[in-house]
Every structure is written in structure tokens, then in C-alpha cells.
């Protein structure tokens, strides 16, 4: 037995190292975005100047009174209040782009990246989803926001 095993090990030392490096996946090359219609990107602007000035109430302002925060790492809160709270303290120079999109009646979606900083698809540190809803004609807001890392 310790014969056996001492050959494997030895085989095993004696691969080059290129096969080893042939079996760890390259890393994904970053999704490219897509243009949003001009309505569902005021949603992202909007989400994305109200996160830079550290206004809590105005990122809870973008979602229906019954919307959803389910943000990486914590709890899920729904309505205006619970999401203010969640999101209190929280700001700085977010960035958000669009993957996909779709939109029929009164929902939508919107699945994308987001960063701080730069524009570069390359600063991407996580990604969303957003469900979207609007009532009669009036303004998307949002009505689920899930958001988590790239990061493990």
C-alpha cells in the first residue's frame, strides 16, 4: 500500500503544471449591457443619484409602498419605512448598467451589474435583479430589488 501510494504522488508531481492549470476555469468575461427605453433607465438614474447622496428616502421614494428590499446578507424588508431604514448610512458612487429587460402591461423587470466607480464593465461587484410595476399609465417603480456579491 504505501508503494501505491508513493507512485501516485510521484506521478502526480511529475504532471506539468499546465494541466493543473487546465482544469480552474477561466473567469467569465463580463456580460455586455444593453440600452434600457428611456423610462426604465429613470429608474436606475434615479436609484443610482439618490444612493450617491446618501438619501435613504429617496432610494425608498423609487419603491411601491408595498416593494421589497432583499439585499445580499440581510433580511428582506418590505414597505417604505423598513427599506429607509435598511438602506440608512448607506451611499457612495454606485453604479448600476442593464443585462436584460423586459416589460408587458403594468410589470417588468430589469436584470443587470453594478460597481462603484468608473464605467467599466470591468468594476463589476455584483448584479440585481429589479421587478418593476406602474399603475396607470404613471411612473415604473420598483417592486422587488434583490441584489448580491460577486464576491464569496
Do not use: C
Amino acid at each position: 500500500m504505501p508503494r501505491v501510494r508513493f507512485r501516485l504522488i510521484a506521478v502526480m508531481l511529475a504532471l506539468p503544471p499546465s494541466i493543473a492549470r487546465a482544469q480552474t476555469p477561466a473567469p467569465a468575461a463580463p456580460l455586455p449591457s444593453v440600452v434600457l427605453p428611456s423610462e426604465l433607465d429613470r429608474v436606475l438614474r434615479d436609484y443610482e443619484r439618490a444612493w450617491q447622496a446618501g438619501d435613504p428616502a429617496a432610494v425608498a421614494a423609487l419603491f411601491t409602498a408595498d416593494g421589497f428590499a432583499l439585499s445580499n446578507g440581510k433580511q428582506a424588508v418590505r414597505g417604505h419605512d423598513a427599506i429607509r431604514a435598511v438602506y440608512q448610512g448607506a451611499g457612495g458612487p454606485l453604479r448600476l448598467r442593464a443585462l436584460a429587460y423586459a416589460v408587458q402591461d403594468t410589470v417588468g423587470y430589469v436584470i443587470g451589474a453594478y460597481g462603484y466607480g468608473g464605467d467599466s464593465t470591468a468594476l463589476d461587484t455584483g448584479k440585481f435583479i429589479l421587478a418593476l410595476r406602474r399603475t396607470g399609465g404613471g411612473p415604473w417603480l420598483i417592486a422587488a430589488d434583490m441584489d448580491n456579491s460577486n464576491r464569496r
